[in-house]
């Protein structure tokens, strides 16, 4: 029986709102609506929300829900992620959004949002006998160990492109002494993780939206490679060479550049310069040649869960 879902991510970055009807695990999208609120803008280092992020905060949840009671809705499910894990502040943000729209915001670890990417990225892409998922946010980012059948290994580690650009880009382009700053902090930060993948050895790295869509639309408009790399809706495959290149220039490049270019939406002109380090670290640190986007991450991956839990 079909059930209709409105699942809400609420990141660092970006909050997200997506409905749907799931049935037999097959997602049909309704509506998908985005707000770049920026939710660790001016406070996400101090452990706080800024009163400016705050009030987006607050408005985008009254819009998202006066677009949730346009529909007939069976289950609402909204997480809150990295930003108001950490914040002094959260607590409060959450009941006052449960006053405002009647949101019941529940605050994930994140160990369970690896789980549920893990959900959502496998409905989307061929995850092979050993694949690495990588989802990149504004607060934390999510690295899962696994194949097609299990999660091998999840952990989710303090180093989102907010964080990464409030304590590091501070000059356009970014200085390269604080590029080798932010080198060494992903090197002390991630160490764990080089060690656990040189266990599990993975074979392809899988970029769960986010910054990795802007490297898949940088790369085919560059490239001319759409045609040949988005196999099917809901994922894309890179040529690592391309995809090198797009990084590489994205490192280097002045905020102008980044404006200028409407591949770029507004909310990563800035973070995409170190969430291109982190994806560069990577890829060289791990050694790994095969490079996949997954449209579906978190929300999509609620969406399942709830439609077989309910």
Known sequence: MSKSIAALDLGTNTFHLLIASVENGKIQKVVEE?????????????????????????????????????????????????????????????AEVKKETGIEIQVIAGDREAELIYKGVGAAVDLEDSSLIMDIGGGSVEFIFCSKAEIFWKKSYPVGAAKLMDAFHHSDPIAEKD????????????????????????????????????????????????????????SYRFELGQLNAVIRDLIISTHDNRAGNSLIIPVRTDMIVVASTLTQFILEKLKIS??????????????IEAAQSN
């Open 179 to 234: 590029l080798q700053k932010l080198l060494l902090h992903l090197e002390e930060q991630l160490q764990e993780l080089k060690e656990v993948a040189s266990i599990f050895q993975p074979s392809k790295l899988v970029g769960s939206a986010g910054a990795f869509e802007t490297f898949a639309a940088l790369e085919s408009d560059r490239f001319g490679t759409a045609e040949e790399n988005f196999r099917r809706k809901g």
């Open 34 to 94: 985005q707000r770049h609120v920026k939710l660790g803008e001016g406070g996400i280092n101090k452990g706080m929300i800024a009163e400016p992020a705050y009030k987006r905060g607050i408005e985008a949840l009254r819009e998202f829900k006066s677009i949730i009671d346009q529909h007939a809705i069976d289950i609402i499910r909204a997480n809150g992620t990295a930003a108001l894990r950490t914040a002094s502040n959260g607590a409060e943000f959450i």
């Open 290 to 303: 095969k490079v996949e986007m997954s449209d579906f991450s978190l929300k999509e991956g609620l969406l």
